[in-house]
T-cell receptor
């Protein structure tokens, strides 16, 4: 069966520091991969998605970037965090070429101080 | 792009009552509509989905109905229980893309 991992689970970072969040998927090949952010009490905002290694589409221009160095690995990064980057970061994978059904990872809770 | 409206934003019911959450969308070419449940502090989890070639789908106490003409779909929960308390999100697959557009969520509170 497929599983999706994210780490770290929680993170407290100062403003201006760098960020690296990692997501890996097991039990499937060539999945679509997604990064979402959820602010406290708010909805799901799609940040990036990838349909293959090295292929990244950005939905919202901001100080974040994403990379997919391996088929089942998706990384979210920032060079300098802002206070507004605080939130719950969710990675998801899609089980078909069109990414219809998406399954979410456990998430990383980021607090920028 | 796709525009998804979800109502109500909060819904309070007594245990045993039914709950209905409705979503409307804008792109008539959309053909896949999932619903997710997110408990406090947890990840969203898929609870039911429907495709455009089906008008209704049931899974025990939950059901989803789709009206393609009117471009709306609804989640129905019968015999609600306290453990149904959560935030529910509808979503629509963006036609021609591999992404979902989510509604803003409905917080369902089921009182014992």
């Amino acid at each position: 069966s497929q599983t999706i991992h994210q780490w770290p689970a929680t993170l407290v970072q100062p403003v201006g520091s760098p960020l690296s969040l990692e997501c890996t998927v097991e039990g499937t090949s060539n999945p679509n991969l997604y990064w979402y952010r959820q602010a406290a009490g708010r909805g799901l905002q799609l940040l990036f998605y990838s349909v293959g290694i090295g292929q990244i589409s950005s939905e919202v221009p901001q100080n974040l970037s994403a990379s997919r160095p391996q088929d089942r690995q998706f990384i979210l990064s920032s060079k300098k965090l802002l206070l507004s980057d605080s939130g719950f970061y969710l990675c998801a994978w899609g089980d078909s070429p069109r990414g219809e059904t998406q399954y979410f990872g456990p998430g990383t809770r980021l607090l920028v101080l | 792009g796709e525009n998804v409206e979800q109502h109500p934003s909060t819904l309070s019911v007594q245990e045993g009552d039914s709950a209905v959450i409705k979503c409307t969308y804008s792109d008539s070419a959309s053909n896949y509509f999932p619903w997710y449940k997110q408990e406090l502090g947890k990840r969203p989890q898929l609870i039911i989905d429907i495709r455009s070639n089906v008008g209704e789908k049931k899974d025990q106490r939950i059901a989803v109905t789709l009206n393609k003409t009117a471009k709306h779909f609804s989640l129905h929960i019968t015999e609600t229980q306290p453990e149904d308390s959560a935030v529910y999100f509808c979503a629509v697959l963006n036609s021609g893309y591999s992404t979902l557009t989510f509604g803003k969520g409905t917080m369902l509170l089921v009182s014992p």
